[in-house]
C-alpha cells in the first residue's frame, strides 16, 4: 500500500467514525398532545480508542408525530439500568460502584428512585442487604428491571448469594446458621460464558421501596438460571423464564436455545408454578403482558440442534387460565403470502410490544437479508409489514399509540423514526416521520442478489439464498472482496457497517453472501445446513463469486476473501479448496483446528 492509499483509508475512516449509531431509545412520561423520547447514541473517538457516550432528547407533536424540538447532545452518565414506572411519575436508576478503585471485586450496588419533578426520593444500598450478588444489567439473556402498577415494588435479577466455603483442613465455623461448606473452597463454577463472563446463577429479586426487604425468588429452582421476570397485572406475582444448567451453561448468547421453563411465582402465597411443560424440549424466552393484562406472549423454540432458530410466538389467554396456544408458527420456506413473512428470527421482544388496544403484538424480524417491523393480530393471526424500504429496522419502544423504532440501510447512518399506530386499526400502512435529517452516504450503490444452488439439497430442494453486493458508484473497481458471515445462523442485513461502506468508498466491489442456513429464509435453510458444514456453505459462497464477477465484469485476478468465526472457517476452506480463485484471505478467530475445538465448541451442529 503506497502512502497516498493509506492516507487515503485513514482520511476516509475518520470520516466515516463520525456517524453515530443508536444504542437504546424509549418514550418518556408522555401527556395527551407531546411524546417525549429519550435516546442514546455511541460514536467512535479514534484518537482515544474509544467511544463517546451521548444522549439527545426529542419533544414531538402527537398528533402529527412531527418534531417540535431537540435538545443538544448531553453526556451520558454511565448507569446499568434507567426504567420509568408506570405513571412516568418515577424512574429508578441502577448504578455499581466501586468505592476502592483499587478492589474491584468490592463493589457495591445502589437503587436510585426519582422523581418527575427533578429530585431524588431514595438511595438503597442494595449490597448491604447481603441477599444476593452482583446486579444483572440488560445483557440481552437474564437481566431485567421493571415496577409493578402500584410502583411500590421492583422486580430484577441479580446473582445467587454465593455459599461461604472452606477447605478441608480448615477449622471448623463457629456459626452454627450457614456454616462454610467444607471441601468446596476451590470448586470451579462454570459461567454463561461470551458476554456473560462471571455470570454463573441469576435469581429473580423483588425489592418493596418502602420496606427495603428483598425477596428472593429460588426455593424449587436450586438448579436453575432464572431471568427476564415481568409482573403480572394484578402485582401479586412474577412470571420469568428458567433456564436449566446442565448439560453446560457456556455460549448462551450465541447458543440461546437452551432448554427452559416459564414460571409463574405468587408472592402472597410463596408458590412456584410452571406455565410450560417442565420435561419439554423446549426453549421459552421473553413474556410479555399486553395493556389491558388480559393476555400473556412469549418466544419458544425447540431446545438444542442448530443454535440459532425461527421462533414461535406463543399466546396465553391470562385472565381465563387457558393453556398456551400458537400465535405464529414456524415457518418452514421463506416464500409465504404475509408480506414478505419469513418467520421469527429475534431472540427477545421489546419490553412494551403491543398497541394500546391490546390486539395486535409488533415485533423485529430477518426477512431475507434485511430485518422488518411486523405486527399481528390476535383475533385472526394475520401478519403484516408495518416498513417498507429495505434496510435494518428495529422496534425501540411502543407507548400508547405510538411506536418508536431505528433504521439504516448500507448507505444510511443509523437513524430514529416514529409513526403512529391508529393507522394499523384502520388497516392502513405506517407514516413513519424521521426525528433528524437522514444522512446519505455518498459514493456507493448496492443491491440484493439471489442465487439458486447447483447443487441442491436432497431434502430442501427448493432452496435459494442471496447475497447483497455494495459498489462505489463514482469509480472503477479496484478488486472484489467476498465477505461470508459467521455463525453459521446468523445473517448480513442491510444494515450500515463503518467497515463494509469503508471498504467500497475505498473503490473495491463487496458482496455480503447469506449462504444456505443464514436465519431469515425460513427454519428449512437452517436445518439444510446441519450436517453439511464445510460443503454446503462453502460452494454457496464459491458459486456467489462465481457469479458475481460473471455478472459485473470484475478483475478475476483481483478476488480476496474477508471473514471471522464460521465465515473466517469459511474463507479457510475456500482459500485451500479454490488456491487459484482467491489471491489472499483476511481471517478473523477463524476455526481451523476442529480436533482441538470438538471439546470446546458449544454449537451441537459442528
Known sequence: MSKQDESEAISLFKELAKYPEVRSAKFLNSQEHYMNVESVWTQRCLEKSESHKFKRNYLIDADTSEVITRSNPQLHLECDWHVISPSGQKSVVIRKHIPDKTKPAEEKWYFEVWASSGFCEKVIDISATEKHGAVYDDDGAFGSVAWNTAEDKIVYVAEKKKVESASYFAKPSKCQDNPPEPGMKFVSTEDWGEMLVDKKQPVVCVIDLNSEEVKVVEQGLENMSC???????????????????????????????????????????????????????????????????????????????????????????????????????????????????????????????????????IFSTSCKSAKHIFSVELQTGSITRLTDTPGCWLVR??????????????????????????????????????????????????????????????????????????????????????????????????????????????????????????????????????????????????????????????????????????????????????????????????????????????????
Open 227 to 361: 431471568g427476564q421476570a415481568v409482573w403480572c397485572p394484578d402485582d401479586k406475582g412474577v412470571v420469568f423464564s428458567a433456564f436449566f444448567q446442565e448439560p453446560f451453561r457456556l455460549g448462551m448468547i450465541y447458543c440461546p436455545v437452551r432448554r427452559s421453563v416459564l414460571h409463574h411465582y405468587n408472592l402472597e402465597t410463596d408458590s412456584l408454578k410452571p406455565l410450560t411443560d417442565e420435561n419439554g424440549n423446549i426453549s421459552v424466552r421473553s413474556a410479555r403482558f399486553s395493556p389491558d393484562g388480559s393476555k400473556l406472549v412469549y418466544l419458544e423454540c425447540k431446545a438444542g440442534g442448530p443454535h440459532c432458530v425461527t421462533q414461535k410466538l406463543m399466546l396465553i389467554n391470562w385472565l381465563e387460565k387457558e393453556e398456551c396456544s400458537v400465535l405464529i408458527d414456524i415457518f418452514e420456506s421463506a416464500s409465504s403470502d404475509y408480506d414478505g413473512f419469513h418467520g421469527i428470527y429475534s431472540q427477545n421482544l421489546t419490553v412494551n410490544c403491543w398497541n394500546s388496544c391490546s390486539t395486535h403484538v
Open 397 to 606: 419502544d411502543i407507548q400508547g399509540d405510538h411506536i418508536l423504532a431505528s433504521v439504516s440501510c448500507i448507505d444510511m447512518s443509523p437513524a430514529l423514526v416514529v409513526a403512529s399506530l391508529k393507522d394499523l386499526a384502520k388497516g392502513m400502512s405506517l407514516s413513519w416521520k424521521y426525528l433528524d435529517p437522514v444522512t446519505r452516504i455518498p459514493g456507493i450503490k448496492w443491491q440484493f442478489k439471489s442465487h439458486v444452488p447447483r447443487i441442491p439439497n436432497p431434502v430442501y430442494s427448493s432452496l435459494t439464498y442471496e447475497s447483497i453486493v455494495l459498489q462505489p458508484s463514482n469509480r472503477t473497481s479496484k478488486g472484489f472482496i467476498l465477505f461470508p458471515h459467521g455463525g453459521p445462523h446468523s445473517v448480513f442485513p442491510a444494515a450500515y457497517q463503518i467497515y463494509f461502506v469503508s471498504l467500497v468508498r475505498l473503490g473495491f466491489t463487496v458482496a455480503l453472501v447469506n449462504y444456505r442456513g443464514s436465519t431469515g429464509f425460513g427454519e428449512a435453510s437452517i436445518l439444510s445446513l446441519v450436517g453439511n458444514i464445510g460443503d454446503a456453505d462453502v460452494k454457496d459462497v464459491h458459486q456467489c463469486a462465481e457469479e458475481i464477477l460473471e455478472e459485473f465484469q470484475l478483475d478475476k485476478d483481483r478476488v480476496v476473501l474477508l471473514g471471522g468465526s464460521h465465515g473466517g472457517f469459511l474463507a479457510a476452506h475456500l482459500l485451500g479448496q479454490y488456491p487459484d480463485f482467491y489471491k489472499a484471505a483476511v481471517i478473523r478467530n477463524g476455526v481451523t483446528n476442529l480436533v482441538t475445538m470438538i471439546a470446546l465448541t458449544d454449537i451441537p451442529d459442528w
